[in-house]
């Protein structure tokens, strides 16, 4: 675990530990795609939801579902480009040891969502932010991510989910305003 940060490996040993003898230990292989993935789609199909329930919610809507698509994208730009390597704790015969493991992708998607739809819609942020604490359980529960993985996922996308609505809303704005025929 020499890819660990400070207190890194004693509480993702302590956690994995734990969740292994829990009754939901012999189920955290299917755990680990389910949990992370499906809760990107049921967040995404609420801001579907949104949009379709009134125009004004249109917009900021579709900012926070390009906030997330923005996370996904640099989420894995950053995993190639800092190739920290898995912890693989645990359930050897499944887990895809390697690297990429910095950040989390969809703890970071679920995190941009989260901030950017905050002004508008708290019920869906707060559904969005438990989906990234159920996916930071299952991940440390499986062994797959360090915990600064999952902490620097939601960091960096709730930066993403401030910066990329606002970037679009400027880019909307200028567009506009431009006089039409030139």
């Not at 809507?61 to 995993?79: D, E, P």
């Not at 015969?93 to 950017?116: K, N, Q, T, W």
């Not at 440390?140 to 999952?150: F, I, K, Q, R, V």
Request: net charge positive.
């Amino acid at each position: 675990m020499s890819s660990s940060l400070p207190g890194d490996g004693r509480l993702l040993r302590w956690f994995h530990r734990h969740a292994a003898e829990s009754r939901l230990g012999p189920h955290f292989h299917q755990l680990e795609s389910a949990v992370p993935y499906g809760s990107a789609a049921l967040v995404y199909a609420l801001l579907g939801l949104l949009a379709l329930r009134r125009g004004e919610d249109r917009g900021v809507a579709g900012r926070a579902a390009v906030a997330g698509v923005v996370a996904w994208l640099v989420s894995n730009l950053l995993k190639l480009l800092v190739e920290r390597p898995r912890p693989c704790v645990g359930y050897a015969d499944y887990i895809r040891c390697g690297s990429h493991s910095f950040p989390e992708g969809p703890g970071m998607v679920l995190a941009a969502i989260a901030v950017a739809i905050w002004p508008r819609s708290r019920p869906i942020a707060l559904v969005a932010a438990a989906c990234a604490v159920a996916d930071a359980v299952v991940q440390l529960g499986y062994g797959s991510h360090w915990p600064s993985d999952l902490i620097g996922a939601w960091v960096l996308g709730g930066l993403c989910g401030l910066i990329v609505p606002a970037v679009v809303v400027r880019l909307t704005r200028e567009r506009a305003e431009e006089p039409v025929g030139e």
